[in-house]
């Protein structure tokens, strides 16, 4: 497994939030990460393509993926190394047909080199990672170039709960904030603003917009996050 030196802290915070959690993760994670089903069904993967899961943690999503999509090449990187111990051992478990290669990176670093490919990826996945990853500008930008020019991003993740009920809302953003999460509502919030499928994504927001699910080609990544761009 590899670490990137220049930000071995996040990977440590990482890895304090799951030593325990990973344990655990899926049980409780299934009532309240809403959206991740149907972004596995909006792949539409073909056999033969590669698909990297950024912030893959317990694999959960790989593993339905290698279920729906027989042929499929999976590839999974993630920040934590105890999130990775849990991958491995559910991916043994599941017994899934072929290997899926995990990684400990982090996101904005994703390229397919990192995994030894030397052709760009075909989907590249986002699940309630965004909105752990502080350099997330940096992360889409690294996935959209990864992406070979008419492959897919695909988000899914907290959207602002503009619409629930105040007191729900706030209660909601506190607890998520104890496990170091933040939702990222410029980004559902430029989505909006900027379009949809004639603009090369997606869109869909779930009810009480407590989450979106977000499948879009490279290039509207790029326009939409800019060249370069990194998270202040």
Request: proline share 6%.
């Amino acid at each position: 497994m590899i670490e990137p030196a220049h930000n071995a802290g996040h990977a440590a915070l990482m890895d304090r939030v799951y030593r325990r959690q990973r344990h655990f993760y899926d049980l409780t994670r299934k009532y309240y990460l809403l959206g991740r089903d149907r972004l596995v069904r909006d792949l539409k993967a073909q056999p033969g393509e590669t698909i990297v899961e950024i912030g893959c943690g317990t694999a959960r999503n790989l593993i339905r993926i290698a279920e729906a999509y027989p042929g499929v090449k999976l590839y999974g990187l993630d920040a934590s190394a105890q999130m990775l111990r849990t991958a491995e051992e559910s991916i043994a478990r599941a017994k899934v047909p072929g290997p899926i290669v995990l990684r400990h990176g982090l996101a904005e670093d994703v390229t397919p080199g990192f995994f030894g490919l030397d052709r760009p990826f075909d989907h590249a996945i986002f699940s309630y990672s965004l909105s752990m990853i502080p350099d997330w500008r940096g992360a889409l930008t690294a996935a959209a170039a990864s992406v070979r020019a008419d492959g897919r991003v695909h988000v899914v993740d907290f959207g602002d709960q503009r619409t629930l009920w105040p007191v729900a809302r706030r209660g909601l953003r506190a607890w998520l904030g104890l496990f170091h999460v933040t939702p990222r509502d410029e980004l559902l919030g430029a989505l909006e603003t900027k379009g949809g499928i004639e603009n090369g994504y997606a869109l869909h927001v779930l009810p009480g917009r407590y989450a979106f699910v977000l499948k879009a080609a490279p290039a509207a990544v790029a326009a939409l996050i800019g060249p370069g761009a990194r998270s202040g």
